[in-house]
T-cell receptor, first 113, second 114 residues
Framework: QQQVKQSPQSLIVQKGGISIINCAYE??????FPWYQQFPGKGPALLIA?????SEKKEGRFTISFNKSAKQFSLHIMDSQPGDSATYFC????????????FGSGTRLQVQP | DTGVSQDPRHKITKRGQNVTFRCDPI?????LYWYRQTLGQGPEFLTY????????KSRLLSDRFSAERPKGSFSTLEIQRTEQGDSAMYLC????????????FGEGSRLTVL
């Protein structure tokens, strides 16, 4: 199975709050899990990525938590800002990213001031 | 900044016509990908190239779709006999060999089939 399931579809968070987006995958051969951020009219841009040998990766206000046994990973945005308002996509790939990415359906995040 | 560029940005065509999109990747990147994105959905993989070799094609890519990357630089995606269901944003991305998981996307070519 190549599917990556993402939730929620949309999310509204107050400024300064924590945004949490979840993804689940089925294919245990996936070994690379990036998150992409997309603003309207733009292509997606890589935000942060993790490989399954670690359970957490943090870059600034963005953290990926990875649960290999549950086949789930999530994006946490701490101290959410209005500028974070965008659509976020999780993705997965095999071959440590050498194979094509399979994307989730996206989460539209709105951070209210 | 020489990012990924796509042309045209918008294309409106009538059903049954052929359309072609062009993608110029970041110059030092030897991997090039085509994705399709419809409203409210994530990018859907179509095909990718490593240099001039087309290494993978999605089963979703019908015979009406063809992609080329003749000299391992720019790529074209042609859709023949367009259908209304082909209306979407066509995204191109590129990556380098040492960071294959990091895709740099262009802003896309939006196709509307009337």
């Amino acid at each position: 199975q190549q599917q990556v399931k993402q939730s929620p579809q949309s999310l509204i968070v107050q400024k300064g709050g924590i945004s949490i987006i979840n993804c689940a995958y089925e294919n245990t051969a996936f070994d690379y899990f990036p998150w992409y951020q997309q603003f309207p009219g733009k292509g997606p841009a890589l935000l942060i990525a993790i490989r399954p040998d670690v359970s957490e990766k943090k870059e600034g206000r963005f953290t990926i938590s990875f649960n290999k046994s549950a086949k789930q990973f999530s994006l946490h945005i701490m101290d959410s800002q209005p500028g974070d308002s965008a659509t976020y996509f999780c993705a997965a790939s095999m071959g440590t990213g050498r194979r094509a990415l399979t994307f989730g359906s996206g989460t539209r995040l709105q951070v209210q001031p | 900044d020489t990012g990924v560029s796509q042309d045209p940005r918008h294309k409106i065509t009538k059903r049954g016509q052929n359309v072609t999109f062009r993608c110029d990747p970041i110059s030092e990147h030897n991997r090039l990908y085509w994705y399709r994105q419809t409203l409210g959905q994530g990018p859907e993989f179509l095909t990718y190239f490593q240099n001039e070799a087309q290494l993978e094609k999605s089963r979703l890519l019908s015979d009406r779709f063809s992609a080329e990357r003749p000299k391992g630089s720019f790529s074209t995606l042609e859709i023949q006999r367009t259908e209304q269901g082909d209306s979407a944003m066509y995204l191109c991305a590129s990556s380098s060999m040492d960071r294959t998981g990091e895709l740099f996307f262009g802003e896309g070519s939006r196709l509307t089939v009337l």
